[in-house]
């Protein structure tokens, strides 16, 4: 069974940091690019990062370019996201998900629980 599980979430004020992180299981992890998506109060949602299978490739929303970093760890099969810089509108509830690419984004995992992370202004 196919499974992720989000963590390290939580209440931040503006301008600070965060790392979140993702478990894998249930999959070759290696196969697939990794992506992290976020979901906020009443919008839909939307891809913030992807990375390759290979971690040779990322990519990232423009709202998020130049304060987010996505590192996978195949290993552990984990990958993370490291928030700087967050804004009040980086509140969300944000997940990851397992894609064949980052050029092809179609999740083929199913929906953790996601992690809450909260930016205070």
């Known amino acids: 069974q196919v499974q992720v599980v989000e963590s390290g979430g939580g209440l931040v004020q503006a301008g600070g940091y965060l790392r979140i992180s993702c478990t894998a299981s249930?999959?070759?992890?290696?196969?697939?690019?990794m992506n992290w998506f976020r979901q906020a109060p009443g919008k839909e949602r939307e891809g913030v990062s992807c990375?390759?299978?290979?971690?040779?490739?990322?990519d990232y929303a423009d709202s998020v370019k130049g304060r987010f970093t996505i590192s996978r760890d195949n290993a552990k099969k984990m990958v993370h996201l490291q928030m700087n810089s967050l804004k009040p509108e980086d509140t969300a509830m944000y997940y990851c998900?397992?894609?064949?690419?980052?050029?092809?984004?179609?999740?083929?995992?199913?929906w953790g629980q996601g992690t809450q992370v909260t930016v205070s202004s």
């Open positions: 990375i390759s299978w290979s971690g040779g490739r990322t």
């Open positions: 249930g999959l070759t992890f290696a196969n697939y690019a």
């Open positions: 998900a397992a894609s064949g690419s980052c050029n092809d984004r179609t999740v083929l995992t199913t």
